[in-house]
């Protein structure tokens, strides 16, 4: 089966810290590229982050030294940890394989973060 399933979002203020993680079915999981999009209301869901199964990163300018992505190849899992929130990181987060997997998205994780 196709999966992608994101959790770990919430309500943090200003300057705090969320981890995400997400699970994905062996056949996204098994692409080289798994990153982490995200969405915020009226805009195009964008690229935040992504890594390659050797562990090389990426990561838009906007959130360069305050998130990092991980992997676990073993678990089919990725993570997100967001340092130093800021309101304009709101949105609903979505992992996915880089580029995305078919037009298929999981439910995501929504992420509030207020001043």
């Known amino acids: 089966q196709v999966q992608l399933v994101e959790s770990g979002g919430g309500l943090v203020q200003a300057g705090g810290s969320l981890g995400l993680s997400c699970a994905a079915s062996?056949?996204?999981?098994?692409?080289?590229?798994m990153g982490w999009y995200r969405q915020a209301p009226g805009k195009r869901r964008e690229l935040v982050a992504s890594m390659t199964s050797g562990g090389n990163p990426y990561y838009t300018d906007s959130v360069k030294g305050r998130f990092t992505v991980s992997r676990d190849n073993a678990k089919n899992m990725v993570y997100l940890q967001m340092n130093s929130l800021k309101p304009e990181d709101t949105a609903v987060y979505y992992c996915?394989?880089?580029?995305?997997?078919?037009?298929?998205w999981g439910q995501g994780t929504q992420v509030t973060v207020s001043s």
């Open positions: 996915n394989s880089v580029p995305p997997y078919s037009n298929f």
């Open positions: 062996r056949n996204i999981f098994s692409r080289n590229v």
